[in-house]
Nanobody, 123 residues
């Protein structure tokens, strides 16, 4: 499985961006999708994770109410919708997929990763 994230860029505080992650070689046998980010000098952290079946979606407290996720399964694409962006959201954003049962939204919980896309929030 190959993951390709895109959609990053420079945006002013209060602005919005939509990140996309297309996954090729996709199969139905995945258990979760996730979005992560890594700011300079900090560890990679989970932003949002979602199981493959209907259920609750996890959002980090720092993004609750501002970020949402969606999937377009026929297009093998998942999205991270980011609104009301803050300078603290500046980071490289990554998408990930887990191909085994489990839970959690940490780096160790996912086995397939895309390359990151830079998001910079600055005036």
């Amino acid at each position: 499985v190959q993951l390709q994230a895109s959609g990053g860029g420079l945006v002013q505080p209060g602005g919005s961006l939509r990140l996309s992650c297309e996954h090729s070689g996709f199969t139905l046998n995945y258990y979760a999708t996730g979005w992560f980010r890594q700011a300079p000098g900090r560890e990679r952290e989970g932003v949002s994770c979602e199981g493959s079946s209907e259920g609750s979606t996890y959002f980090a407290n720092s993004v609750k109410g501002r970020f949402t996720v969606s999937r377009d399964n026929p297009k093998n694409t998942m999205y991270l919708h980011m609104n009301d962006l803050e300078p603290e959201d500046t980071a490289v954003y990554y998408c990930a997929i887990r191909h085994y049962p489990g839970s959690g939204c940490s780096v160790a919980d996912f086995d397939s990763w895309g390359q990151g896309t830079q998001v910079t929030v600055s005036s």
